[in-house]
């Protein structure tokens, strides 16, 4: 089993920056991928940022060249960085773990961009 425990969410005005964290425990060393996923009202969940056990990237086209994910190891931990946000950003964060055979999600952390 693996734990998840985001932070960082919150209100923010259009153009602003927030770091969301998320903290993983429990049997880290079956984690082959963690990142970020987020659900807006009335609207499926999506991917918006994912890192690799290698290092490796992927962000969804929505967040490229503003939001950027990155991990500490030695924490078990993972970041998202968002700047620029935009109100089209609101939505509900949520840290993922996995692998081929399981899927880990954190609680949730709220984010809501203001106009």
């Known amino acids: 089993q693996v734990q998840l425990v985001e932070s960082g969410g919150g209100l923010v005005q259009a153009g602003g920056s927030l770091r969301l964290s998320c903290e993983a425990s429990?049997?880290?060393?079956?984690?082959?991928?963690m990142g970020w996923y987020r659900q807006a009202p009335g609207k499926l969940r999506e991917l918006v940022a994912v890192?690799?056990?290698?290092?490796?990237?992927n962000y969804s086209d929505s967040v490229k060249g503003r939001f950027t994910i990155s991990r500490d190891t030695a924490k078990n931990a993972v970041y998202l960085q968002m700047n620029s946000l935009k109100p089209e950003d609101t939505a509900d964060y949520y840290c993922?773990?996995?692998?081929?055979?399981?899927?880990?999600w954190g609680q949730g952390t709220q984010v809501t961009v203001s106009s």
């Open positions: 993922h773990a996995g692998n081929r055979r399981v899927n880990y």
């Open positions: 429990g049997n880290i060393l079956s984690i082959n991928v």
């Open positions: 890192i690799t056990r290698d290092g490796s990237t």
